[in-house]
Every structure is written in structure tokens, then in C-alpha cells.
């Protein structure tokens, strides 16, 4: 009897072992920068001309995301300066993308008024909760991300960008 014990015994014990780890693992929550990038790049959404753009176009390139409304007062008068910055930083290989949180009339009618020279997807209601996988609870506007090639948020931005920090985090792509 002591000698089967002691050839069960160490058996038990790696099972048990393997057993805990997986129901760790199992059981360790993800967060929602975790999984934002993957449902992210894995999103078809409409550009202005309502042409449906995948947007894993933009995987391995650092991005600048800003969720965005027509009707959101700060994201009007952010959109202009964040505009200037998608010419100053494109040569650094960072790229800016707007997510609008509206209908496509309302965005196509502001880009053409207000000359913005980035790539505006339509995302209507859908895009408040994509913020939110991001770490946006509230959903408000706008929210601002920085998305590194490797899909890994640098940073994220509630309220009406300071652009003299948002170009000082721009080292978090280096």
C-alpha cells in the first residue's frame, strides 16, 4: 500500500498543479485594453463615400485615434489642430483616425467645411461602446487613443486634447 502511494502521490500533485494554473488562468479577467486592438483591427466601417474599410489596414502602425461627433462642441474645435498634426507627424510613420460617433451627412458635410485631411470612419452608436472597450466607461466625447503598432494602448485622453502634451506623449511610439 505505502509503495503505490508513493507513485500515485507525485502524479496527483502535477495534475493538481496543472489543474490550479488553468483555472487561474481561467478565471484572471481581461481588461478592456486586453482585447480593444483586436475588436478594433477587426472592424469594417464605412469611410465618408460609404465605401466599407477594414480597419486592419492601420495593424503595425502607431495610431492616433479620436472618437468624435458633429454635435460634440470640443471635438469641433480639436478636429482643425488634429488635423495640422496628421501632416506634421505622417512622416513619422503615425497616423491619425478619426471614429465618428454620428451619421455619415453630418461627417461628410464637416470634413468638406472643415478640410480634414485624415481618414474618417462612420461608427455611429457602435463606436461609443469600441470606446468604451478602450477605457471609456462613460462613452464621452471625445476620447482619444494611442494605439502602438503592436496594439498596445500608450495612452488615452477624455475631453478636449492639450496638443502641446498629446506631441510630449508622442515619444511613447519610440
Known amino acids: 500500500m505505502n509503495k503505490n502511494l508513493m507513485l500515485v502521490l507525485p502524479v496527483a500533485l502535477v ?12 478565471h484572471e479577467p481581461e481588461t478592456p485594453a486586453d482585447t ?8 469594417q466601417l464605412p469611410d465618408l463615400q460609404g465605401k466599407p474599410q477594414p480597419l486592419d489596414q492601420w495593424k503595425g502602425k502607431h495610431l492616433i485615434v479620436n472618437f468624435w461627433a ?3 462642441a470640443p471635438c469641433v474645435e480639436e478636429m482643425p489642430e488634429l488635423s495640422a ?17 454620428d451619421s455619415p451627412s453630418n461627417m461628410a458635410e464637416f470634413a468638406m467645411k472643415h478640410k480634414i485631411a485624415y481618414p474618417l470612419y462612420v ?8 470606446s468604451r472597450r478602450f477605457g471609456n466607461p462613460s462613452g464621452g466625447l471625445p476620447f482619444t487613443i494611442l494605439l502602438g503598432a503592436d496594439g498596445k494602448v500608450r ?3 477624455l475631453g478636449k486634447l492639450k496638443f502641446d502634451e498629446l506631441r510630449r506623449d508622442l515619444v511613447l511610439f519610440q
Do not use: D, S
Open 15 to 26: 495534475f493538481g498543479v496543472i489543474g490550479a494554473y488553468f483555472g487561474w488562468k481561467k
Open 123 to 130: 461608427a455611429g452608436m457602435g463606436g461609443t461602446e469600441l
Open 70 to 72: 458633429t454635435w460634440c
Open 36 to 43: 480593444a486592438a483586436a475588436t478594433f483591427y477587426a472592424q
Open 85 to 101: 498634426m496628421h501632416a506634421e507627424v505622417a512622416p513619422r510613420n503615425i497616423h491619425v483616425v478619426g471614429i465618428g460617433i
Open 155 to 157: 495612452k488615452t485622453y
